[in-house]
T-cell receptor, first 113, second 115 residues
Framework: GENVEQHPSTLSVQEGDSAVIKCTYS??????FPWYKQELGKGPQLIID?????GEKKDQRIAVTLNKTAKHFSLHITETQPEDSAVYFC????????????FGEGTQLTVNP | GAVVSQHPSRVICKSGTSVKIECRSL??????MFWYRQFPKKSLMLMAT?????????EQGVEKDKFLINHASLTLSTLTVTSAHPEDSSFYIC???????????FGPGTRLTVT
């Protein structure tokens, strides 16, 4: 089955700096890679995703890159703000009906004002 | 993005009683819904996959007679924790697959405390 590893487990940055979180996956058949943000006591919120037919996707301050050959994908947050502080999870799945997401272990991002 | 609701958000029950948690997709149809359990500072642990109109598929180690799942329509799935014990106390989260985009959206979670 799929295995997703996520690094780092904790990340502390100063407001305005960039933050990068990296994930690797094992199943070459995985073709959908979402990123979720989870605030304390809440459910995960989908913030960006990428499919295997593209190498990069950007949405304002958030971008995701995918290297299919190396089975790596990364989340990039620029101009970080205190409200970006949360736990971020990467995930991978095959894009078929009913297929499960496999999650990384999460990264606690803290943005210091 | 699509919205998934969960009810209740918090529930406290006594040992031995049963608790039902509802999960609804509000603005899209969900052929498949998923139920997760999350322990403090941990990732999400998949409990079961719920398909509309058929029996749920449970992950290894999850007792199907204890965690009853019903997916009665394309917008509603329920999880019933039967004969609850203190060790069942946890944060339970559902998610729903958008049948068109295959994007998966999560509910806000239910905090269950068994006394």
């Amino acid at each position: 089955g799929e295995n997703v590893e996520q690094h780092p487990s904790t990340l502390s940055v100063q407001e305005g700096d960039s933050a990068v979180i990296k994930c690797t996956y094992s199943d070459s058949a995985s073709n959908y890679f979402p990123w979720y943000k989870q605030e304390l006591g809440k459910g995960p919120q989908l913030i960006i995703d990428i499919r295997s037919n593209v190498g990069e996707k950007k949405d304002q301050r958030i971008a995701v890159t995918l290297n299919k050959t190396a089975k790596h994908f990364s989340l990039h947050i620029t101009e970080t703000q205190p409200e970006d502080s949360a736990v971020y999870f990467c995930a991978a799945r095959r894009e078929t009906s009913g297929s499960r997401l496999t999650f990384g272990e999460g990264t606690q991002l803290t943005v210091n004002p | 993005g699509a919205v998934v609701s969960q009810h209740p958000s918090r529930v406290i029950c006594k040992s031995g009683t049963s608790v039902k948690i509802e999960c609804r997709s509000l603005d899209f149809q969900a052929t498949t819904m998923f139920w997760y359990r999350q322990f403090p500072k941990k990732s999400l642990m998949l409990m079961a996959t719920s398909n509309e109109g058929s029996k749920a598929t449970y992950e290894q180690g999850v007792e199907k007679d204890k965690f009853l799942i019903n997916h009665a329509s394309l917008t509603l799935s329920t999880l019933t924790v039967t004969s609850a014990h203190p060790e069942d106390s946890s944060f339970y989260i559902c998610s729903a697959d958008d049948a068109v985009s295959y994007e998966q959206y999560f509910g806000p979670g239910t905090r269950l405390t068994v006394t």
